[in-house]
């Protein structure tokens, strides 16, 4: 039955393109160079970690031979991680992924700390403290993360008289949510039809913005009820996506239909979903990606990778973690895979960020989206990325009883305010 | 008279001969003795361990808890979904268990007579059971798309309304229905009709002669002389209906159950409590909930079947 979810999930963490083959294993023992050993790196979906780049390793470190497994989607990267979290037969050096890296942090003493020297200021502030326990261990080293641009269709702008150019594009979203839901009356104003897919995706780029959003940072406490914050967004939400939005549910079949049919103009970008949109409307032509996000910077998705304490070869792990997370590695990953790097340096390259997107098939992401600045619209989204959002225990489970209130507006089933008061029910059951 | 001679015996045994019947009184019990042992590893020993883990605060990571007694039983018969999902399992169990074995039983009929092509007819029925469930769920909730699928189009074009497949509760528990009965009513057509093939063809004969109509010959011949598979079949269904989750849980992209948890069944909230909160205690509970009802049910079940199947069968018992 995971199967099946296999294919949204992969949308889901985004990393798309295409997969490489499975972890080999080279067991050549050349042994030249310290004790001989195996280790192994768990990964999902695709981290851009080919072959040829782990060999690379092994060609300088001829002790040490790398092997991958790659699980089909996160979710079941993630159950396996806790249910070997404690008992032991993790990798060496597991992936996870920043939707349950909450969870990981309240076993963050099962896990080794890999701050060091060596790696301080290598990744954005905020990826490294969202990994960072109360003791000040790091957890995890940064590998990708999702700064969010807006992809635009210009054919619909252009219909609707809006400016179809990318800089102007940007110029003209430049703003808050409420500018962002004024445009979009313009738009139907001009004849146009849905500005966004659904309620559910816009509130979610909201929501990322606020600091502290269901939980108290400090006692853990869920406040999601009493935080006048959400409630707003969802009001605000709600009222906007009655005659803006498509009402199409991300992930669902419906809205891959929609995507591939153009059925809305706007769509909230993080870099991943490149390859999802280019994968759902092969055939169109005039997606752009405008560099602008309404109230500020976004993020979402992005993963780590971690070295769990019962390991065997704990410091040789550590070597390969910090290795793969380099900046020159990343950049590999990104030509291979398309996972946008969270390293300063790998950022600051913006030759090599455009490269990478210029490269792999035809049509590549530049030639897609009509441009071969990608690299800088990205880079200038991710250096927007100010807030790193409190996750503590309970902020999925209150996430998804939220996404689910605004899914019941969004289908017409229930009106906002008897939505909202289920919600708020439903989260007081929670503790 | 006869007991003495036998008693000798026994005394005068030699070591091999005690062997030898040693050999025949136990040899059976040897035999069957590796499924039971397989049973009591994989089968008693986690029912045993689940009913330990349901008193607990378990940690997985951690694999340890904290003793609680039956808060998670209270815990789980006080919460909202837990109703709604039993609500959404007994209706899906309904629409899908009901026509299915109905239908089954007259596809089954049908076949059972002569026909051409007799493999061929009875080969088609089975095909659908060999479709992976994934892939029948994949298909099916394409097909029960609120906006693009292929039903509401087709009743687009006949200028009916759409149907809100993933919003109202009836109509997603049908979609649901509509894929577990693909699946399973060839199924059950066979073994209906295996055991169809099995009755005697004099007794449709005599019946014949007697001038009972076809119709009389299905219920007063056919349907008492299938009894014992047709409780099988029930029984079967009944289990295999209140653990439903491959369906319900593929029928849409994040497989929780809907928005307003319209199509949550037990076994999905027992997954999503265990996985995706991983809360394995109150998983734990519901596991034992989830067996207790049903045990229950299908003792209900066998019971009302025996007994309808029965009074049909007034005239001809066998």
């Given amino acids: ?431 | 008279m006869t007991t003495t001679p036998v008693r000798r015996e026994t005394r005068s045994l030699t070591a091999r001969q005690r062997l030898g019947r040693l050999d025949v009184k136990l040899s059976p019990y040897l035999y069957i003795a590796p499924f039971f042992i397989v049973f009591g590893i994989v089968g008693i020993f986690p029912i045993l361990y689940t009913a330990y883990i349901s008193l607990q605060d378990w940690d997985l990571v951690r694999n340890t808890g904290e003793y609680i007694g039956f808060e998670h039983f209270t815990w789980v018969l006080q919460d909202r979904e837990f109703w709604i999902a039993l609500r959404n399992t007994f209706s899906i169990f309904l629409l899908s268990s009901v026509p299915q074995i109905l239908v089954a039983t007259f596809i089954a009929y049908q076949l059972d007579h002569n026909l051409r092509a007799k493999t061929f007819w009875r080969m088609g029925v089975l095909l659908p059971y060999v479709v992976a469930p994934v892939a029948v769920a994949l298909i099916f909730s394409n097909m029960f798309g609120d906006k693009y699928g292929l039903v509401n189009t087709v009743l687009n074009d006949l200028g009916l309304n759409s149907i809100l497949w993933h919003t109202d509760v009836i109509p997603s528990h049908i979609a649901i229905a509509t894929m577990v009965n693909f699946r399973w009513t060839g199924y059950n057509a066979l073994i209906l009709l295996a055991a169809m093939q099995a009755i005697p063809r004099d007794l449709y004969e005599a019946a014949a002669i007697d001038g009972a109509s076809s119709l009389r010959r299905f219920f007063s011949v056919t349907v008492p002389q299938i009894r014992p598979t047709l409780i099988f079949v029930i029984l079967t269904s009944t289990i295999g209906g209140l653990q439903i989750f491959d369906e319900p849980r593929m029928y849409d992209q994040t497989g929780t159950g809907g928005a307003n948890k319209q199509w949550l069944t037990l076994t999905m909230y027992l997954y999503n409590t265990g996985w995706g909160k991983f809360d394995f205690g109150r998983a734990a509970a519901i596991a034992w909930i989830l067996f207790l009802i049903i045990v229950a049910f299908s003792l209900i079940n066998f019971f009302i079947t025996r007994r309808l199947v029965a009074d049909d069968a007034s005239g001809g018992k066998r």
């Fill in chain 1, 1 to 431: 039955m995971v199967a099946g979810t296999a294919a949204f999930a992969i949308a889901l963490t985004g990393c798309g393109g295409s997969s490489s083959p499975e972890g080999s294993s080279s067991a050549d023992g050349d042994t030249t160079g310290g004790e001989p050993v195996t280790l192994t790196v768990a990964t999902f979906n695709d981290f851009g970690y080919t072959d040829a780049l782990l060999q690379e390793y092994m060609d300088a470190n001829p002790n040490v031979t790398v092997v991958q497994n790659i699980a089909a989607t996160s979710n079941d990267a993630r159950t396996n991680y806790f249910a070997k979290l404690g008992a032991g037969g993790l990798a060496d050096v597991e992936a996870i992924e920043v939707d349950w890296l909450p969870e990981v942090m309240q076993y963050a003493d099962l896990v080794e700390d890999l701050s060091s020297a060596d790696v301080e200021g290598r990744w954005l502030d905020w990826k490294t403290e969202a990994a960072t326990d109360p003791d000040g261990r790091l957890i995890g080293y940064g590998t990708d993360i999702g700064p969010e641009a807006i992809c635009y269709d210009a054919a619909k702008f252009e219909a609707a008289g809006l400016p179809t150019d990318p800089a102007e594009v940007a110029s003209l979203l430049e703003g808050d949510w409420a500018h962002y839901f004024e445009v979009g009356e313009q738009y139907q104003a001009g004849g146009g039809g849905a500005w966004f897919e659904s309620a559910n995706a816009t509130y979610q780029g909201m929501i990322n913005q606020v600091a502290a959003a269901y939980e108290d940072p400090d006692t853990g406490e869920i406040i999601a009820t009493d935080n006048a914050e959400v409630k707003d967004l969802f009001m605000q939400v709600t009222e906007a996506a009655g005659d803006l939005s498509a009402h199409l549910p991300q992930w669902s079949d419906d809205w891959f239909a929609g995507l591939a049919q153009s059925e809305f103009a706007t769509l909230l970008c993080p870099g991943w979903m490149l390859g999802v949109v280019q994968g759902a409307a092969p055939d169109t032509t005039t997606w752009n990606v405008a560099d602008v996000f309404p109230g500020g910077g976004g993020n979402w998705g992005g993963s780590y990778l971690t070295v769990p304490s019962s390991g065997e070869n704990l410091e040789e792990a550590k070597k390969l973690a910090a290795w793969l997370t380099a900046p020159e590695q990343q950049l590999k990953a990104l030509a291979a895979a398309g996972t946008f790097p969270s390293q300063t340096d790998a950022l600051a390259d913006l030759d090599a960020i455009n490269a990478a997107f210029a490269s792999g098939d035809s049509p590549t992401k530049a030639e897609y989206f009509n441009t071969d600045s990608l690299g800088d619209i990205f880079s200038s989204r991710a250096d927007a990325v100010s807030v790193a959002p409190f996750k503590g225990e309970f902020y999925f489970q209150v996430n998804d009883i939220i996404q689910n209130a605004l899914t019941r507006v969004e289908d017409g089933s229930q009106d906002a305010t008897t939505s909202w008061d289920q919600a708020v029910a439903e989260i007081s059951a929670l503790g």
